[in-house]
């Protein structure tokens, strides 16, 4: 190992430290979550050894088939769990009266490319499988993430396409990652800054991909470099202003529509890269936009 990626292997573990650190501060309901049934369970995975775990979140008083919502956690693929967003899907499940899947994909750099990709892209086929069973819609799954979990989130919808897998109604991509090629003005042009950074954004792809071609990149790794978008689900794409993910969020979004997607696009202005947060604090103008875009999704009726 050299130096440089024994530095990045310090570097993750301390990530995984400061996420969960700041997964203690996030404030919990404790009535929310008395209204909610929570289950965990274990996918079967790509390998015949290999399960996933997922958790699903239901209002207890919920009845009839709903929609779901497929929550992939952040984390710069490195860190992170769906421990962290526990407080943002209870507060989705109990808000929209849905069902929440959330994903505790495998992390690399121990497990790089394929490994995260193929664990959502399993969650999702086994909630479709399953939905009789979750009383869920299987024509209302709305697959979500924020940072790299918008680049799996995008993963699997892409897959799902291209493989004629599950149903998808929507994609709700939250600050995503988009592209390893790192040439964006908002990449070059804030090299260091606060929580996330393009340099952090290189070391990201580094233990992702590990040391590969990276012209041989797959598309269901690097969503940017799908040569088509044609064909997938309505999206909603949320990008922040002083973010370097930022402007290949947007050639995304233009990506989509420009293939006949529907898309809705919002630049935050003046924010930093960072999760999206949906707790306590409903009342903010960024966490009511988003439960109004899931409920539209949800129930495209009331568009």
């Known amino acids: 190992m050299t130096h440089t990626e024994d530095q990045a292997l310090l570097d993750h573990l301390d990530a995984r430290r400061l996420m969960r650190e700041m997964r203690d501060l996030v404030p919990r309901d404790a009535e929310r979550t008395a209204r909610l049934r929570i289950e965990d369970h274990e996918v079967p995975g790509a390998g015949d050894d290999q399960a996933v775990p997922v958790r699903v979140y239901r209002r207890s008083d919920a ?10 956690h952040g984390g710069a693929f490195v860190a992170g769990s769906y421990d962290d967003m526990q407080a943002a899907d209870e507060a989705l499940a109990d808000h929209l009266g849905c069902v929440v899947v959330a994903v505790e994909y495998r992390l690399a750099p121990e497990h790089r490319y394929p490994a995260p990709a193929d664990d959502c892209y399993a969650a999702l086929c086994w909630v479709a499988a399953n939905a009789s069973m979750l009383d869920i819609d299987p ?6 993430g924020g940072s790299a979990g918008g680049a799996l989130a ?8 291209d493989e004629g897998g599950p149903s998808i109604r929507a994609q709700v991509l939250m600050i995503p990652v988009i592209h390893d090629r790192l040439d964006t003005a908002s990449t070059l042009q804030m090299p260091e800054n606060p929580g996330f ?4 954004a290189r070391g990201m792809w580094a233990l992702y991909l590990g040391d590969v071609d990276r012209d041989a990149t797959h598309h269901y790794a690097a969503p940017g470099r799908a040569r088509s978008l044609a064909g997938l689900p309505p999206a909603y794409v949320r990008v922040h202003g002083r973010d370097p993910l930022r402007d290949e969020g947007i050639e995304y979004a233009s990506r989509l529509m420009a293939a006949g997607v529907e ?21 903010s103008r ?3 936009e988003l439960l109004e ?9 009331v568009r």
């Open 63 to 72: 009845s009839g088939a709903l929609g779901a919502i497929i929550s992939i």
């Open 139 to 144: 024509d209302a799954i709305v697959v979500y």
């Open 154 to 161: 995008a993963s699997i919808a892409l897959r799902a396409r």
């Open 197 to 200: 950074s393009g340099n952090g």
């Open 263 to 283: 898309v809705e696009l919002h630049c935050m202005p003046g924010m930093f890269h960072g999760a999206p947060s949906l707790d306590t604090r409903v009342d």
């Open 286 to 288: 960024a966490n009511r």
């Open 293 to 301: 875009v899931f409920a539209a999704f949800l129930n495209p009726a």
